[in-house]
């Protein structure tokens, strides 16, 4: 019959909540691919993460000894906690939507939990050294921010790449800054940079300095209208991973229904406060 439902039907809607819900949590977090990821492996949900100090060489005579050179790492802990979202589907629920209802679903968590965890990570930005911070309350977003944050992890030594994340309304200034005509001895008189055409073409500015810029919704704007963005490299904030993003079903047949639930289980923290800059700007518009 038409109107049945068969267990091929019902795997193929739990087929769908996982892929979509994969899918869609690994295109919408945007701080999980530019920190460093570390796996925990065994028993247990904490991971001692060493942190290596600054070895320095010095000139040598020749026949002569090398003085011997303390390694001595400091450790960062970091500790994994669940993070879940369950729904309960029932039969007529699904047997009466008109829209793919696994895919739905599937969307839904993947947008949540991957908003948790870029909460989280984007909390983290303004736990950077305090001397090396910059911007202030009602203070826009410039390159010229960018290019001191870049100034102070090249003369700590901090290789590249630098990735800068920074809320939406933050970068508006930036975009809008750059997209301004400058005057040039150009026949046309006044020009705009090529990195303003592309956030004129595509709302998106790309890289400045050499910073790769982000920008991420996720991170949180204070009763001033100021928000934490920050320059930093992948080795300043640490992942720890317990168990990646699932997605399970349980039957609940007396009530002719499916539990649904996603989750993971990880943990964030700073690892090197000196590879990162915390940049405080306004993010009125």
Known sequence: MSNETTSSTLSQLFVNITQEAIFTFQ???????????YPISG???TIEVPVYPT????????????????VNPTSATITASEIGVMTTLTDLARD????????????LF??????????????LLDDFASANDQGGAGTELTADLLF?????????????????VFHPKATFNLKKTLTQPAYTTSSSGYAISDIGNEALRNGYIGRIAGIDIFENANISIDAYDDSFGGVFHPQSIGLALKEDFKVETQRDASLRATEIVASITVGSGV????YGVTVKVDTAL
């Open 27 to 37: 295109e919408t977090s945007v701080m999980r691919p530019l920190v460093t990821t």
């Open 43 to 45: 028993s247990g949900k």
């Open 148 to 164: 001191k944050a870049q100034a102070i992890l090249r003369s700590a030594n901090v290789p590249a790449p630098y990735y800068a």
């Open 96 to 107: 009466s939507a008109s829209r793919n209802v696994g895919a739905d679903i599937g969307k």
């Open 55 to 70: 070895i320095s060489a010095s000139a040598v005579n020749e026949a002569s000894d090398l003085s011997n050179t303390a």
């Open 110 to 123: 993947g947008e949540a939990i991957a908003k948790k965890v870029d909460t989280d990570l984007a909390g």
């Open 271 to 274: 690892l090197k406060d000196t």
